[in-house]
């Protein structure tokens, strides 16, 4: 897969345009799941993954080593969502209800529960997680995401962050005290 | 070790990017002390509940006109990146110009030069540049008719004896008097 993707890299970088449609294909849904995590909307998470790939088709120049092309689309995908939220600080965004939304389009948490009471507790819970988690600031958000959603090692979120180490582990660390903090109801059960 | 110190570490603990002594050692505080237990154990079900987070699927018809909007948003992007290239400053560009200039400049003022100097010595070997600077108080070496003249004619062109001094002028013979 990996080698797969590296070609079709190189392919692209020769001014393939298919090649590009594929990549497009193949990482659709990562960037989109990533976009989404970060802003938690739909017209947000779809102008990022948008955007995201523009950008790549424009930059991919830039790109020295076509093994790090995943970092490379993390990266933009990012930094974009991150500008994205800066932007949206301050500003009321009118939020649709979720009856008006196309099928559920809205985080889970991926346990299959049955139990109505469960439910409800793994429901309030996301909540809160997202509440906490929306008060962060930008980048310890995605540092978080990229980290503990996502489930990148830190080396790969210091190149998608551009930082060094020692700066995800920082952002990490306050990141999840701050949620351990305000969460502590929900984690203390 | 600190209670701050440990709390600090529970992240890297749980990612096991410790080293051996200072997992043991973490290990050992946890098993001491309750309160850093507490926080390990929120620590532990805060990440475990972050993986389970899973973004909404929006359908495969989304996906695949996110596919062809990408596709159209890109198609002219080659054309306008050769434009913009040919309409970009360039600084190497424009050093290489100057140097061009600069070179083109300096040919030309030579030219400008070596044509003022020969002009300068073909009126100095000229009668009237000799005139001319003398009537203007000139004190070089004026270039006198009989140096120029044929032998045995004056300026006027009247003929000159061969008793007279060359160099003397017969004025009753000019033209206009």
Same mark, same amino acid.
């Given at each position: 897969?990996?080698?797969?993707?590296?070609?079709?890299?190189?392919?692209?970088?020769?001014?393939?345009?298919?090649?590009?449609t594929q990549l497009v294909k193949v990482f659709r849904r990562k960037v989109?799941?990533?976009?989404?995590?970060?802003?938690?909307?739909?017209?947000?998470?779809?102008?990022?993954?948008?955007?995201?790939?523009?950008?790549?088709?424009?930059?991919?120049?830039?790109?020295?080593?076509?093994?790090?092309?995943?970092?490379?689309?993390?990266?933009?995908?990012?930094?974009?969502?991150?500008?994205?939220?800066?932007?949206?600080?301050?500003?009321?965004?009118?939020?649709?209800?979720?009856?008006?939304?196309?099928?559920?389009?809205?985080?889970?948490?991926?346990?299959?529960?049955?139990?109505?009471?469960?439910?409800?507790?793994?429901?309030?819970?996301?909540?809160?997680?997202?509440?906490?988690?929306?008060?962060?600031?930008?980048?310890?958000?995605?540092?978080?995401?990229?980290?503990?959603?996502?489930?990148?090692?830190?080396?790969?979120?210091?190149?998608?962050?551009?930082?060094?180490?020692?700066?995800?582990?920082?952002?990490?660390?306050?990141?999840?005290?701050?949620?351990?903090?305000?969460?502590?109801?929900?984690?203390?059960? | 070790?600190?209670?701050?110190?440990?709390?600090?570490?529970?992240?890297?603990?749980?990612?096991?990017?410790?080293?051996?002594?200072?997992?043991?050692?973490?290990?050992?505080? *946890?098993?001491?002390?309750?309160?850093?237990?507490?926080?390990?154990?929120?620590?532990?079900?805060?990440?475990?509940?972050?993986?389970?987070?899973?973004?909404p699927d929006p359908g495969d018809a989304y996906f695949d006109n996110l596919?062809?909007?990408?596709?159209?948003?890109?198609?002219?992007?080659?054309?306008?990146?050769?434009?913009?290239?040919?309409?970009?400053?360039?600084?190497?560009?424009?050093?290489?110009?100057l140097k061009v200039l600069i070179k083109l400049a300096a040919v030309i003022?030579?030219?400008?030069?070596?044509?003022?100097?020969?002009?300068?010595?073909?009126?100095?070997?000229?009668?009237?540049?000799?005139?001319?600077?003398?009537?203007?108080?000139?004190?070089?070496?004026?270039?006198?008719?009989?140096?120029? *003249?044929?032998?045995?004619?004056?300026?006027?062109?009247?003929?000159?004896?061969?008793?007279?001094?060359?160099?003397?002028?017969?004025?009753?013979?000019?033209?206009?008097?």
């Amino acid at each position: 897969m990996t080698d797969d993707i590296t070609r079709l890299v190189s392919q692209f970088q020769q001014g393939d345009r298919q090649a590009f449609t594929q990549l497009v294909k193949v990482f659709r849904r990562k960037v989109y799941s990533l976009a989404f995590k970060i802003v938690l909307n739909h017209s947000d998470a779809d102008e990022v993954s948008q955007e995201t790939f523009v950008r790549i088709y424009r930059r991919i120049g830039q790109l020295k080593s076509p093994e790090y092309f995943e970092s490379f689309v993390y990266r933009i995908a990012t930094n974009y969502a991150i500008d994205l939220l800066r932007k949206r600080k301050g500003r009321t965004v009118a939020m649709p209800k979720e009856s008006e939304l196309p099928g559920s389009i809205q985080l889970t948490l991926s346990e299959k529960v049955t139990d109505p009471e469960k439910l409800l507790e793994n429901k309030q819970l996301l909540a809160a997680i997202v509440k906490a988690a929306e008060e962060l600031p930008p980048r310890q958000k995605a540092t978080l995401i990229l980290h503990d959603i996502e489930g990148l090692a830190k080396e790969e979120v210091a190149r998608i962050m551009n930082c060094p180490e020692a700066t995800v582990r920082s952002n990490l660390h306050i990141a999840r005290s701050k949620l351990k903090k305000k969460l502590g109801k929900y984690l203390a059960e | 070790m600190t209670y701050r110190h440990t709390t600090y570490l529970h992240g890297d603990y749980l990612d096991g990017v410790l080293n051996p002594d200072e997992m043991a050692q973490i290990d050992r505080h *946890l098993k001491a002390c309750e309160k850093c237990r507490e926080d390990f154990e929120r620590l532990r079900t805060l990440t475990a509940t972050l993986r389970r987070i899973e973004s909404p699927d929006p359908g495969d018809a989304y996906f695949d006109n996110l596919v062809d909007t990408i596709s159209l948003r890109t198609e002219g992007i080659e054309d306008e990146q050769t434009a913009e290239q040919s309409l970009a400053f360039r600084p190497a560009t424009a050093r290489r110009t100057l140097k061009v200039l600069i070179k083109l400049a300096a040919v030309i003022t030579l030219l400008f030069m070596a044509f003022y100097i020969s002009d300068f010595n073909r009126k100095q070997q000229s009668p009237h540049w000799s005139e001319n600077i003398s009537g203007s108080g000139y004190a070089g070496t004026a270039i006198e008719p009989a140096d120029y *003249l044929p032998a045995g004619l004056n300026q006027a062109g009247s003929q000159i004896s061969p008793d007279s001094n060359q160099n003397e002028i017969d004025n009753s013979t000019d033209i206009g008097q």
